[in-house]
């Protein structure tokens, strides 16, 4: 498989390889589109994505001696602010708090010069900056504070500016990250879901790329619920071998009151949970494990890391991003899915020429997704 | 929450959030006061960032929180930068008044000497940049199921003012996608109103109409006070378009909402 190196012509349409894991021996795969998604989900499903918006996380600059430098923002640590509920004819009944996030302090990984058109294991190191160190991105500038025993390159990083004035010059500066097989500059629109809310991402969750309302509102109209939860999905890859191997760092997550009484809803009704993304994954059990495996409303962190030995507890399915077998999302796959079956659905992949990566074609992971012709049958109300 | 003669007592958008293009002078500015007088906390968008500052000062000054996104919202790259940092700031946005427009080349010209490229920009303004934002926050609403649009629109857009065609056909168009977008989010909890704010007492207005009587205007702040009436009430249905009236100090108000 090859990556993916701009977007589809649709958002909504590109491949999509559902693998049965519950089907007859050799009739675990099927190759469609997204838009037959919501005809491989059932009523009473309860689909889960991950609202974060993807920031401009990627910003390039210089240290004190005019040496360039590129920082990725990896993740935030600050002051997470909630609001208090309000009685006003706006705010719906079970609808969740506004919730402000002021990160003062960040996570970032350093490179050296140059940018994204140069794969990340091949770019040139970034000078050795001390604690104390200075960084200028435009007018917007930044400390560089304590280095994590992992690596030299993983820093914390302080910036000047507070507020309005912080997230204006993020804004202005920074860049999505991106990789090099792309072919052109992502502008910040091109690497937001269609439901992208609050900017926790520092990388696109990319698996809900493909959900387009159309889709969204037909699974509605067929009894498929929604939920969100908000996931910081930090970068996927740095080039740096000991931070690579340690990915994905901790990431902040926060599950809504309303997702978790849907989650606990659909499992006592004998629906499906649909993950969207690796992220939501990460999340929903992160969450679970904390909890003696029930998905409990409220803000965490997680290092939980899927594995093809994890059990999950909570997520029954996973929509996610086509990936190559040698790829960790592709591991994150193997614990729905056994391993002849994964070999199946990666042979089929190769085959027919999938594409990988953020803007790439998709697989849906799910027991019962090839009997929904049954099932819709009997389960017409 | 109670309504006086058609004006709001109290802190009805309490625990709210609200997002206002336009937010420098004019109706978007004393829409930043009414709504934190209400208690949401607000973003004002505008693409000078002096004038911006002072409105959001005077609103910190007077206790509420209000932030600035300094943005043209005709710029195609925009909307995502105004949605990030707005939810950002203050969190996913419950309220969003598309209120930036212009009038384009000042005085007001027949549509026989307008330049197509003012035209265009009016439409880039009023209508594709209201689209933009839009689209990038009505996701989110629809996600959570709740969330209230106001196009705040002109009675230009139905009346055939001579010299005013540009701006005229950005507002009627404005006013048709209003129109579908409210039809489209039907059943989903979110809701659109096009408001008409009638003749005030603005910048704008003295552009396109300097020798008018500003005794005979509306004075924004008022008219401000209904839209926040509008939108915290739950009896006029999405999709309205909402007249508002209020006339000069002293006047009678009056208002007409129609489908």
């Not at chain 1, 007018?139 to 994590?148: K, P, Q």
């Not at chain 1, 993304?277 to 997680?302: P, Y």
């Not at chain 2, 999709?239 to 006339?247: K, N, T, Y």
Request: with cysteine; aromatic share 4%; charged share 20%.
């Amino acid at each position: 498989m090859r990556p993916a190196h701009t977007y589809p012509e649709q958002r909504d349409d590109v491949r999509l390889l559902v693998i049965d894991p519950a089907a007859p021996e050799g009739a675990g795969l099927r190759e469609t589109r997204t838009p037959a998604l919501p005809e491989l989900l059932a009523p009473g499903d309860l689909l889960v994505v991950n609202d974060a918006a993807t920031l401009p996380a990627s910003l390039r600059g210089t240290d004190e001696d005019g040496r360039p430098i590129e920082v990725r923002l990896i993740a935030a640590r600050g002051g997470w602010r909630a609001d208090a509920g309000s009685s006003s004819p706006l705010h719906s009944p079970g609808r969740f708090s506004p919730l402000r996030v002021s990160p003062l302090r960040f996570a970032a990984v350093l490179f050296g010069s140059g940018d994204w058109h140069t794969r990340t294991e091949d770019r040139p190191p970034p000078p050795e900056l001390a604690e104390g160190a200075r960084l200028r991105f435009g007018a917007l500038r930044a400390t560089v504070g304590r280095h994590a025993t992992l690596s030299p390159r993983l820093v914390e990083l302080r910036f000047d500016a507070d507020g309005d004035a912080l997230w204006a010059a993020l804004y202005k500066e920074g860049r999505p990250v991106q990789y090099a097989h792309l072919a052109h500059d992502l502008p910040l629109w091109a690497v937001q879901t269609v439901y992208a809310t609050r900017p926790w991402a520092f990388e696109m969750p990319s698996a809900g790329r493909p959900l387009s309302w159309e889709i969204l509102l037909a699974l509605r109209r067929r009894g498929v619920r929604w939920a969100w939860l908000t996931h910081a999905a930090g970068l996927s890859a740095t080039g740096d071998p000991a931070i690579d191997a340690a990915l994905p760092l901790p990431e902040a997550f926060e599950i809504p009151p309303a997702t978790a009484r849907a989650v606990a809803e659909t499992h006592t009704r004998g629906g499906r949970v649909v993950a969207v993304g690796t992220t939501v994954v990460r999340a929903l059990e992160g969450a679970a494990q904390q909890h003696m495996g029930v998905v409990r409303a409220g803000r965490g962190e997680t290092d939980l890391r899927i594995t093809p030995a994890f059990r999950p507890r909570v997520v029954d399915g996973i929509l996610s991003g086509a990936h190559a077998a040698h790829e960790s999302h592709f591991q994150l796959l193997a614990a729905f899915a056994g391993a002849d079956l994964l070999a199946a659905a990666v042979a089929h992949a190769e085959r027919a020429g999938f594409l990988t990566h953020e803007l790439g074609d998709a697989m849906l992971v799910l027991p019962g997704a090839l009997a929904q012709p049954q099932r819709k049958a009997t389960s017409a109300p | 929450m109670s309504h006086t003669n058609g004006r709001v007592d109290g802190r009805v958008l309490e625990g709210q959030t609200a997002l206002v293009t336009g937010g420098s002078q004019g109706l978007g500015r004393a829409l930043g006061a009414a709504l934190t007088s209400a208690g949401a906390r607000v973003v004002l968008v505008a693409r000078h960032f002096e004038p911006l500052a002072a409105a959001v000062a005077e609103i910190r000054a007077a206790g509420g929180e209000a932030h600035a996104v300094v943005a043209d919202v005709a710029d195609k790259d925009a909307a995502a930068i105004i949605a990030g940092q707005a939810a950002a700031l203050v969190g996913p946005i419950d309220l969003l008044i598309n209120n930036a427009s212009t009038l384009g080349p000042v005085p007001l010209r027949l549509l026989l000497d307008t330049d197509c490229e003012d035209l265009e920009r009016a439409l880039a303004v009023n209508l594709v940049g209201a689209f933009r934002l839009t689209k990038a926050l009505a996701g989110p609403m629809v996600l959570r199921g709740a969330g209230t649009i106001v196009n705040i629109t002109s009675d230009a857009a139905t009346e055939p003012y001579e010299r005013w065609g540009a701006y005229s056909a950005s507002k009627a168009a404005l006013e048709q996608l209003g129109r579908v977008w409210a039809a489209e989010l039907a059943g989903t909890g979110v809701r659109l109103f096009t408001v008409d704010p009638g003749e005030m007492d603005t910048r704008m207005h003295a552009d396109a109409i300097p020798d008018a009587n500003r005794a005979e205007l509306s004075d924004p702040a008022r008219v401000a006070e209904r839209i926040v009436a509008l939108v915290a009430g739950t009896d006029t249905a999405s999709g309205a378009r909402v007249a508002i009236r209020v006339g000069p100090p002293g006047a009678s108000a009056a208002e007409a909402a129609t489908r």
